[in-house]
């Protein structure tokens, strides 16, 4: 009896496990999307740092990030346990949120210019060399802002996870959602401190000496990863930024079922193409979608703006 038991009890924590694990790979399936995204502005959130405290001050980014995650988590499970039918809106207000914040990336690149991104740049520069500049301070706010910025993308991540297994048993729902902060948050900052790392190990490389091919390899690898590091951070904007929109859009998209089937009708009728249905109608809502609450945002600003000066 007590064998039987006890192996029931096995085959019952496998059965939880193996569910758990499925839902932690569709949520972080559905989630990649504020990951690629994640990584670019954490990694960014750091230049500017001395090159012996980007490693702490990512470390101490990463704390504040599992401390987001302790509230958030928590805060998702008592939503599907006490008012289940605000998981829709919330994950509609996350996806609206990620296009909106996609879009806003689009405008700025082609609002702004390069010369005001390189002044600003420089702007840094000369502040990490001024002698009256507290570096303490600058560190800490930079931190704080890393901080602010996961607490934004880990609200998005967790409302996406949540969407994905608010149905199931509130066990489940517990361990899928904490594989999936701890997975994305050793993931993402284990990532943002190699990356800002790889352009110290490249110079290291190319500062290697002697004669020989080993040397000169080493000494090739070393320029080619300082020439390829912009180029991964560019890629890596890039990406979260083009994921923001498809995650977003796909949100709105599941969210409204006449636009969801109506995208549906017209990938079966695609045939061949129609994998590509999908992807391209939820981009493109997503792009729409993100320029309406910009334009929301930026006339609501205008409005508040002009009636704090009449004050």
């Known amino acids: 009896m007590a064998g039987s038991s006890l192996l029931a009890l096995i085959d019952d924590i ?20 504020v990951l690629g995204d994640d990584l670019a502005l954490n ?31 928590p805060a998702a499970l008592a939503i599907s346990a006490f008012i ?32 005001e991104d390189e002044a600003h740049h420089n702007e840094l520069r000369q502040a990490m060399t001024d002698p009256k500049v507290d570096l303490v301070a600058l560190e800490k706010e930079k931190i704080k802002g890393a901080v602010r910025t996961d607490f934004i993308l880990s609200a998005e991540i967790i409302a996406i ?7 199931a048993p509130f066990m489940t729902q517990l361990l899928a959602l904490v594989g999936v902060a701890v997975l994305m948050t050793v993931g993402v900052y284990g990532l943002v401190g190699g990356i800002v790392k790889l352009d110290d190990a490249g110079l290291a490389l190319s500062r290697q000496t002697g004669e020989g091919s080993w040397p000169r390899t080493l000494r090739g690898l070393g320029v080619g990863i300082l020439k ?12 979260g930024t083009a994921a923001m929109f498809l995650v977003g859009g796909g949100i709105l998209t599941h969210g409204i079922a006449p636009l969801h089937h109506a995208i549906e009708d017209v990938a079966h009728a695609a045939g061949v193409l129609g994998a590509l249905v999908s992807p391209l109608a939820n981009a493109l809502v997503g792009i729409l979608a993100g320029a309406l609450v910009l334009g929301v945002v930026s006339v609501g600003s205008r409005v508040l703006g002009r009636g704090k000066e009449k004050k």
């Not at 496990?17 to 949520?27: C, G, I, P």
């Not at 390829?228 to 990406?239: G, H, N, Q, T, Y």
């Open 84 to 115: 289940p039918k605000a998981v829709t809106p919330l994950l509609m207000v996350g996806g609206l949120y990620l296009c909106f914040e996609g879009f806003e990336k689009l405008a700025h690149k082609f609002l702004h210019s390069h010369d």
């Open 43 to 73: 990694a960014q959130q750091v230049t500017g740092v001395n090159a012996d405290r980007e490693l702490p001050v990512v470390w101490a980014v990463a704390k504040g990030s599992m401390l987001n995650k302790a509230i958030l988590v």
């Open 228 to 239: 390829a590091a912009p180029l991964l951070m560019k890629f890596l904007s890039v990406a």
């Open 161 to 167: 996870s949540l969407g994905v297994v608010s149905g």
């Open 14 to 33: 496998a059965t939880l496990l193996d569910d758990v694990s499925v839902m932690t790979k569709v949520a972080a399936q559905k989630t990649a999307g």
